[in-house]
Nanobody, 125 residues
Framework: EVQLVESGGGSVQAGGSLRLSCTVS????????TAWFRQAPGKQREGVAG???????TYGDSVKDRFIVSKDNAKNIMYLQMNFLKPEDTAMYYC???????????????????WGQGTQVTVNS
């Protein structure tokens, strides 16, 4: 079994920054695809940023040039550096992992079997 735990959420003013962490444990391999998703109240879960099993990064259009996803394979931690935050970035942020995600599906929630509990990010205007 794979366990994921997010941390680093909080409340920040618009234009500020936060760094989220996702610590992965259990039967996990660096060959897994991992990704960050977010879900605001009343909205569908949205893919934010991901790293596929070939270590290629992908970003959602709404966060390109503002967010950076990275992974420390030695520590099994995935990070999401969020800069120039906007009120519309307010959401619960989740990390997910799975070994069988297709290259072009990294930002789709359906293929992921393993999920964390989420961490709340609130951006105040």
């Amino acid at each position: 079994e794979v366990q994921l735990v997010e941390s680093g959420g909080g409340s920040v003013q618009a234009g500020g920054s936060l760094r989220l962490s996702c610590t992965v444990s259990g039967d996990f391999s660096t060959h897994y695809s991992t990704a960050w998703f977010r879900q605001a109240p009343g909205k569908q879960r949205e893919g934010v940023a991901g790293i596929n099993r070939y270590h290629t990064t992908t970003y959602g259009d709404s966060v390109k040039d503002r967010f950076i996803v990275s992974k420390d394979n030695a520590k099994n931690i995935m990070y999401l550096q969020m800069n120039f935050l906007k009120p519309e970035d307010t959401a619960m942020y989740y990390c997910a992992a799975d070994p069988w995600v297709a290259e072009n599906s990294v930002l789709l929630p359906g293929p992921y079997k393993h999920w964390g509990q989420g961490t709340q990010v609130t951006v105040n205007s």
